[in-house]
């Protein structure tokens, strides 16, 4: 199988869930190409040429941390690849985590995926999916109401002073388009700087305004699913929960969460059952579902991570389950061709 992982930048990537696939895959003995998101190469009337990187054909890889140094490595390997070499084009880069200046980078990876899924390679999660989705905290909203806090999605700062006094004087402000926990505010009754806090959201577009669930205070719980359903592996299931630090009620790694572990809750596994059809129907192959309690309060379907946290609290290596799915959905593309569409197989088992 030759597989090409799109990253934001080889350069900048950190060790987490896309390296750790990509190393799997190696280990099984695949192709496996990096590109950072500027490697495309659109030529009228023929495919779509990729600038790619490999690790060096006689790097010692032991950890999937030996692969990602292998991989920005000066003995790497350039190649240029044209896209309809690759059984599988897997979009892993995160749009909101471009910084100023790389405005040009968020559509792209989704665009040219577009693109080379038109052109009959497995395209992961499914393109035209992603492209729906892209904002997905706006694809969030299209998920049934029971499992969602209350929220309102406005750039209106009257609208949202009017939904913090309809919940009491407490509620969790944060961009529209953003990760990572960045600009997420919790506003409470004693909150004096209001107006600046919703001036300084706006700047990148619209707000979100959800209701304040005090759950939130023992963390929230990562869920990731492939094909719509948790992972199993061992026994034990692909779900890890994120302890906020000291004094701070967001619960992102980034901020310096600490990971634990966590049962599949009834209130979770009925989020899971009402989120799957949507997700399978769409073709998205590989999300994460954040819960808080009985309530879904993110969902990412662009790169869904947290991976890398797994065995510091004794939960397995879920990469070789991922990698078999793939090599299972490449074997259905090439036994039933046109006649399975790539939204289909994104998601069959």
């Known amino acids: 199988m030759k597989i090409c992982f799109v990253l934001n930048d080889i350069e900048n990537e950190r060790y987490g869930t896309s390296i750790m696939v990509m190393n799997r895959a190696h280990a099984?003995?695949?192709?496996?190409?990096?590109?950072?998101?500027?490697?495309?190469?659109?030529?009228?009337g023929a495919p779509i040429s990729i600038n790619s990187t490999q690790v060096p054909e006689d790097a010692k890889i032991n950890s999937a941390?030996?692969?990602?140094?292998?991989?920005?490595?000066?003995?790497?390997?350039?190649?240029?690849?044209?896209?309809?070499?690759?059984?599988?084009?897997?979009?892993?880069?995160?749009?909101?985590?471009e910084g100023s200046g790389r405005e040009w980078a968020e559509h792209a990876g989704i665009a040219f995926g577009k693109l080379i899924q038109q052109q009959g390679v497995l395209?992961?999660?499914?393109?035209?999916?992603?492209?729906?989705?892209?904002?997905?905290?706006?694809?969030?909203?299209?998920?049934?109401?029971?499992?969602?806090?209350?929220?309102?999605?406005?750039?209106?700062?009257?609208d949202i002073l009017k939904f913090w006094e309809e919940n009491d004087k407490k509620m969790v402000l944060k961009?529209?388009?953003?990760?990572?926990?960045?600009?997420?505010?919790?506003?409470?009754?004693?909150?004096?700087?209001?107006?600046?806090?919703?001036?300084?959201?706006?700047?990148?577009?619209?707000?979100?305004a959800q209701e304040f669930l005090p759950e939130v205070k023992d963390g929230d719980?990562?869920?990731?699913?492939?094909?719509?359903?948790?992972?199993?592996?061992?026994?034990?299931?692909?779900?890890?929960?994120?302890?906020?630090?000291?004094?701070?009620?967001?619960?992102?790694?980034a901020l310096g969460a600490t990971a634990d572990t966590s049962d599949l809750t009834p209130a979770m596994k009925r989020i899971v059952e009402l989120t799957a059809p949507k997700l399978i129907s769409d073709g998205l192959f590989f999300v994460g579902l954040d819960v808080v309690n009985d309530k879904l309060i993110e969902i990412n379907v662009l790169s869904p991570g947290g991976m890398e946290h797994f065995e510091e609290v004794g939960l397995p290596d879920f990469t070789e389950i991922i990698v078999q799915a793939i090599e299972r959905k490449v074997e259905y593309k090439n036994l039933y061709g046109h006649l399975l569409t790539n939204k289909e197989i994104a998601c069959m088992e």
Request: aromatic share 8%; no cysteine.
């Open 123 to 158: 395209v992961l999660n499914d393109a035209y999916a992603l492209s729906q989705a892209f904002i997905d905290k706006l694809y969030f909203e299209e998920l049934p109401p029971e499992i969602k806090p209350n929220s309102l999605i406005t750039r209106n700062k009257d």
């Open 175 to 208: 961009p529209l388009e953003g990760s990572g926990g960045q600009n997420v505010f919790l506003i409470d009754e004693n909150e004096k700087n209001l107006n600046q806090i919703i001036e300084t959201i706006s700047q990148d577009g619209y707000i979100i």
């Open 65 to 97: 941390q030996d692969y990602l140094d292998a991989l920005k490595s000066s003995k790497a390997r350039k190649k240029i690849i044209t896209s309809t070499e690759l059984d599988v084009l897997f979009i892993r880069n995160n749009p909101t985590e």
């Open 221 to 253: 719980v990562r869920v990731l699913l492939m094909n719509g359903r948790v992972m199993v592996n061992d026994g034990k299931q692909s779900i890890i929960r994120r302890v906020s630090g000291e004094g701070e009620f967001r619960s992102n790694f």
């Open 28 to 44: 099984r003995g695949h192709e496996v190409y990096a590109m950072g998101i500027g490697d495309f190469n659109f030529h009228h």
